[in-house]
């Protein structure tokens, strides 16, 4: 399940995160004092948000640009072929979470998590219906309802589900995600809680890929007219239903996750008040802040195969596995429960961005892993935090830190610190960032499961540092950032059933450039393009060159008609792509097949007119093919025997209410 990228992400003490970081939105930060001069009786609405550690605000992203920014997958993310299937990413992200990790992430992308929970304000309530259909019956609806229930009391309901039966056999996905947060302030502003309740449903069928690539230019018409014709590895295509209604898994992964967060803070200070033409607003100015975080999850990951005795033969070839019985099933259960005690300072009363936060965290986990055991342990994590947002907005700062004192995990560390310095309007702004990651590797590769997969000799412990720069060039629109890894003792999947750890040290340089070139009023090229190179031992298989561009025409016409249209072309150079077993729901290094690829080409037409916006979309227009007569037929391959779909046809509808 998602988890958070990394312990650092749950340290910010309520207080802000770096500029240019995480998926802020469209807006830009605002501070306090103008938050609580807003006007909730005006006519129009204000919608603002922030994360859970985070003080900056900032506005909802209303831009019809880019289809991205509105479904769970981001552009240099690959699936299994369908909507909802496993993913991973082509850029290289090491894991940077220390302490407890069950193993599963493939279904990451589509789960709601903690660290991206928006706490909203709003002075009028505010609705947005989702509505997306696709060929083969794809489906994802979501609805977020926001209002206030005083000025300082708001609540956040959102619901997203995501459902495609897919063009191949037994590709089905079913995802249901539900959350709940909201923000409570009390009059005095000397108190605030934050609260957190969330739900995923995770679910993906699995077909093993299919039996042979020749079968995508078959001259057979049954494989041409439906790919769901096409023999797979696994899953009996008649035990695999298409419609979108039945949710029952037949072969597959279900991952489970529900998690509650309770955070209260209660400030020491003083009162202030600001006198303008018409009212006076009064604030609090904290100087000392006590917080704790109450935390308890659930996860549950399973693989299932209610068939398992027709795919005998595909397990004991590549999973090794001497008997097969009817079903094939494994269910990993685990909770945690966890208390944060935090005291957070604030040198200037009068900059909440500038802070040093100490604290402690105790973690209990408590695992039910079949024949594997129930293991039960603790865990003691020291933390603390230096930030300052200098407030003439020049620098920018970061020092933090986390280490395992006790328990299972004894000895996992994080350290990271960023600075960010306005160079000058016309030059933009420098950030550099450092960041040394220590931790242990995720339980399945420790044995602790109930999944068969053999231990690794003598694990060790990860060790991954980074170093990065990020310039950003307003005046000519253009940012430049570079990436680089130095991995040791990385944990990876080396084949179905086989897990193995490097020894050596690796490196990896990412160097990346986004840029947006305009023509004219209304033409625009944004090109985003990222170059790759590493060491020619490293354990991981990325590609040299990834890039996505967008040949757009944009703008705004008539009085209410916003419209962006254009190509959207991704292209990955050859690369060695990684493998994926379906059991353990991870991809594996393959050294015997180079992936060539087609560039991915989309065609789009975005408008919004007032509180309407709609996104239509033709995919994979890359795989037109004259071989058999015209069709689009010829799908890049995504994985080995994991070919993604054909021409795919999408239209998103996104409609706001505001009452």
Not at 300 to 326: C, H, L, M
Not at 446 to 472: C, W
Not at 500 to 523: E, M
Request: aromatic share 14%; hydrophobic share 35%; charged share 20%.
């Amino acid at each position: 399940m998602a988890q958070l990228p990394s312990r650092l992400q749950n340290m910010g003490g309520g207080m802000g995160r770096m500029g240019g970081g995480g998926r802020a939105g469209g807006g830009g930060g605002s501070d306090s004092l103008k938050f609580e001069k807003r006007d909730f009786s005006a006519d129009s609405v204000t919608v603002i948000f922030r994360y859970l550690d985070s003080a900056r605000f900032s506005s909802l992203d209303t831009s019809i640009s880019d289809f991205y920014r509105r479904v769970p997958l981001r552009p240099d993310m690959i699936s299994l072929g369908n909507v909802g299937n496993a993913t991973r990413p082509v850029l290289f992200t090491p894991r940077t979470q220390t302490g407890w990790d069950a193993g599963f992430h493939a279904l990451d992308p589509y789960a709601f998590n903690i660290a991206e929970t928006r706490f909203m304000n709003t002075t009028k309530p505010f609705t947005e219906l989702t509505y997306l259909i696709g060929t083969k019956l794809e489906q994802q609806v979501g609805i977020l309802h926001t209002q206030n229930v005083t000025p300082d009391w708001n609540f956040v309901a959102q619901y997203r589900l995501v459902n495609a039966p897919g063009a191949y056999n037994s590709q089905n996905t079913n995802h249901a995600n539900l959350r709940f947060n909201s923000q409570y302030t009390s009059k005095n502003k000397r108190y605030n809680a934050f609260l957190i309740v969330l739900s995923n449903g995770l679910q993906s069928a699995e077909n093993g890929g299919i039996e042979q690539d020749s079968f995508l230019v078959n001259r057979n018409p049954a494989y041409t007219r439906d790919r769901f014709n096409i023999p797979t590895r696994m899953a009996d295509s008649v035990f695999t239903s298409r419609n979108f209604f039945s949710v029952r898994l037949n072969t597959g992964s279900r991952y489970t996750e529900s998690r509650f967060l309770l955070r209260q803070q209660y400030d020491f200070g003083k009162k202030d008040s600001v006198v303008t033409d018409s009212s006076v607003v009064r604030f609090f100015l904290p100087r000392l802040r006590f917080e704790h975080t109450l935390e308890q999850s659930n996860n549950r990951f399973i693989f299932q195969d209610i068939q398992a005795g027709n795919d005998s033969a595909y397990y004991k070839e590549f999973y090794r596995f001497t008997r097969v019985p009817d079903t094939l099933y494994f269910d990993d259960r685990w909770r945690m429960l966890s208390n944060d005690l935090s005291v957070i300072q604030f040198p200037d009363p009068k900059n909440p961005l500038q802070f040093l936060k100490a604290g402690a965290t105790l973690e209990n986990h408590a695992g039910a892993l079949g024949a594997a055991g129930s293991p039960r342990f603790s865990a003691l994590i020291a933390h603390g935090e230096y930030r300052n947002r200098t407030r003439n907005r020049r620098w920018d700062m970061l020092l933090a830190g986390h280490f395992h004192a006790a328990g299972r995990f004894a000895g996992d560390y994080g350290a990271e610190a960023r600075i960010r310095t306005q160079l000058s309007k016309r030059l933009g702004s420098l950030e550099l960032g450092f960041q040394n990651v220590n931790r242990s590797p995720s339980m399945l590769f420790q044995g602790i499961s109930s999944f068969p997969l053999p231990k690794p000799s003598d694990v060790k412990r990860e060790n991954t540092t980074r170093m990065s720069a990020v310039l950003d060039l307003p005046v000519i629109r253009t940012r430049l950032s570079a990436d680089y890894h130095l991995v040791g003792n990385l944990t990876y999947f080396d084949g179905f059933n086989g897990a193995r750890q490097s020894g050596a040290l690796f490196n990896l340089l990412r160097l990346g450039v986004s840029k947006d070139f305009a023509f004219g009023k209304h033409w625009h090229w944004y090109l985003d393009a990222h170059l790759q190179l590493t060491t020619t031992d490293a354990p991981v298989n990325v590609p040299l060159i990834y890039t996505r561009n967008r040949l757009a025409f944009e703008g705004r016409f008539f009085k209410n008609l916003n419209l962006a249209t254009g190509l959207d072309l991704r292209y990955l150079s050859d690369f060695k792509a990684d493998a994926y077993s379906p059991v353990y729901g991870q991809f594996f290094l393959q050294e015997g097949l180079m992936q060539r690829r087609l560039p991915d080409i989309s065609a789009y037409f975005n408008f919004r007119i007032r509180n309407f916006t709609a996104f239509v979309r033709a995919d994979n227009l890359n795989t037109l093919t004259f071989t058999h007569g015209f069709g689009f037929k010829n799908p890049n391959m995504n994985a080995p025997l994991y070919p993604g779909q054909d021409l795919h046809m999408r239209l998103g509808v996104f409609w706001v209410f505001v009452n």
